[in-house]
């Protein structure tokens, strides 16, 4: 059973950083591209960033030069690195796990709270 577990949310500052963690256990980890989605309230869940299992990253453009996201496939985790954060960052982070190019996620963690405030 493929388990994924966020952990790194909290509140921070206006131009604060914070990192999230995701750990994959139950699963090969480097065979799957894998990602960070966000769902703020009222909203509907969005892209945030992703990484292939060979390290290519993409971001959403309100993240884009701000968040970094990486891997570490010794460790099975993949990392956010959130920084110059801004009020409408605020929102609950979901990781992802995906085998397929194209194809939706195989996997979701359940999700951890960022909130920006000051």
């Known amino acids: 059973q493929v388990q994924l577990v966020e952990s790194g949310g909290g509140l921070a500052q206006p131009g604060g950083s914070l990192r999230l963690s995701c750990v994959v256990s139950g699963s090969t980890f480097s065979m799957y591209a894998m990602g960070w989605y966000r769902q703020a309230p009222g909203m509907q869940r969005e892209f945030a960033a992703r990484?292939?299992?060979?390290?290519?990253?993409n971001y959403a453009d309100s993240v884009k030069g701000r968040f970094t996201i990486s891997r570490d496939n010794a460790k099975n985790t993949v990392f956010l690195q959130m920084n110059s954060l801004k009020p409408e960052d605020t929102a609950v982070y979901y990781c992802?796990?995906?085998?397929?190019?194209?194809?939706?996620?195989?996997?979701w963690g359940q999700g951890t709270q960022v909130t920006v405030s000051s």
């Open positions: 992802y796990a995906r085998r397929y190019i194209g194809a939706a996620p195989d996997y």
């Open positions: 990484i292939t299992n060979g390290g290519n990253t």
